[in-house]
């Protein structure tokens, strides 16, 4: 059983990327090297532990749908490299306020229908502000009535907003890592890590389940990814969820032109989360259209069992929930029916 306490030392001057990794060894039960030594391993060895662990976990090998929903689009004023949503990058995204109650409900309600297990309302803030608590607690309420789970996207929380959230019946709060600190400091200046995993501590502290992942592709190296997976399996207890995003470069951002990864690479990126977090939903996440179904394939193999479900991820696609579930039944996967929540604490 884990300690129910995320970890709180901080990192933020230590200076070389060799004494990080040592602190970061000295913290928590995946070391660096550890995590590197799974990327290293045969892929065939790498999978039959990853299926080992998947099955030994969950053993109905069922696959869960989260919808997501962009509550608030666009204009936001920090630097992700990777987002379209930035306002000072020229993209295509249109800037729109916070939705109504009522479209909320009515997208909520189809995703129900289609089969969805999770709602997630994402918006594009640095922070919400006090009133943004309120009128997204009153979506929370809604969605929760119709029997989903629910998940909020919404920025850094402070402890009180994430207990106001938490009292409205949010289940998950998204709030991702996205990379290695090192790695970190080079796609987004505007917000630190620990800033991050301050937010983190503050929704395990307010009782909600963490769903907390990341992007790969954005130019890190296996180095980094590994350190960015030690990272996350080390948090104590590490996420409920872990999304794991593969870039997708949009125009217009300063990642626009980056080169995809080798998909062999994002399958082990799977089957490693799979291995050091036995227990988390793993999500495949943003840049899913892109990987096609044979890569899909070897990823559900690799232990994902959770997948973003509906056309549109925030403002980028998503492929057609027909064509998931035609996946889902070639490859003979179930998926999740019931509404409980998994949660490591
Ligand atoms: N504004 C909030 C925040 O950043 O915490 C919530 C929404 S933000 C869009 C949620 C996550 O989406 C990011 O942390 C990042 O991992 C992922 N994301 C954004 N743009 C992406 C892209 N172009 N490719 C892959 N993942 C992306
Ligand atoms: C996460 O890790 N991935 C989702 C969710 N959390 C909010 C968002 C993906 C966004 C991809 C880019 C877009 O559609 O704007
Ligand atoms: Fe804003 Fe979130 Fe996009 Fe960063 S990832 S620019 S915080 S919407």
């Known amino acids: ?55 030994a976990h969950f053993p109905d090998g069922d696959v869960e749908l989260a919808t997501l929903l962009s509550i608030k689009t666009g204009g936001c004023p920090e630097d992700c490299g990777y987002c379209p949503q930035a306002a000072r990058y020229d993209t295509d995204v249109k800037a729109n306020k916070l939705m109504d109650l009522d479209e909320v409900l009515e997208a909520a309600k189809a995703a129900k229908a289609a089969g969805s297990n999770r709602f997630c309302m994402g918006a594009a803030w640095r922070e919400p502000k006090d009133r943004d608590i309120e009128k997204v607690a009153a979506m929370i309420k809604g969605v929760k009535a119709l029997g989903l789970e629910t998940c909020a996207t919404l920025g850094m929380l402070e402890p009180n907003q994430a207990q106001a959230l938490q009292e409205a019946g949010l289940d998950f709060y998204n709030h991702n890592l996205d990379t290695s600190e090192d790695f970190y400091r080079s796609v987004i200046s505007t917000r630190g890590y620990q800033d991050r995993l301050d937010t983190i501590s503050n929704v395990r502290a307010a009782g909600m389940s963490v769903c907390c992942g990341g992007i790969v592709g954005m130019g890190e190296s296996r180095e980094q990814r590994a350190a960015f997976l030690a990272r996350l399996a080390n948090l104590s207890p590490y996420p409920e969820s872990v999304p794991i995003n593969h870039l997708v470069p949009v125009a217009g951002t300063p990642l626009a032109d980056q080169k995809p990864l080798d998909p062999l690479e994002f399958v082990r990126t799977i089957a490693v989360a799979r291995i050091t977090m036995p227990r988390a939903r793993v999500r495949l996440s943003a840049g899913r259209q892109e ?18 479900y509906g056309e549109q991820l925030l403002t980028t696609g998503n492929p057609e929930a027909e064509q998931d579930r035609e996946l889902l039944a070639e490859l003979g996967l179930k998926t999740k029916q019931s509404r409980k929540t998994e949660v490591l604490v």
């Open 291 to 308: 990987l096609g179904r044979a890569v899909q394939a070897m990823c559900f193999q690799a232990g994902a069992n959770s997948i973003f």
């Open 1 to 55: 059983m884990q300690a129910t306490q995320t970890i709180e030392k901080p990192l933020t001057q230590v200076k070389s990327q060799k004494d990080l990794h040592k602190e970061l060894d000295a913290l928590g039960a995946w070391s660096v090297a550890q995590v590197e030594a799974l990327f290293a391993l045969p892929l065939s060895d790498l999978m039959f532990r990853a299926q080992e662990t998947h099955r």
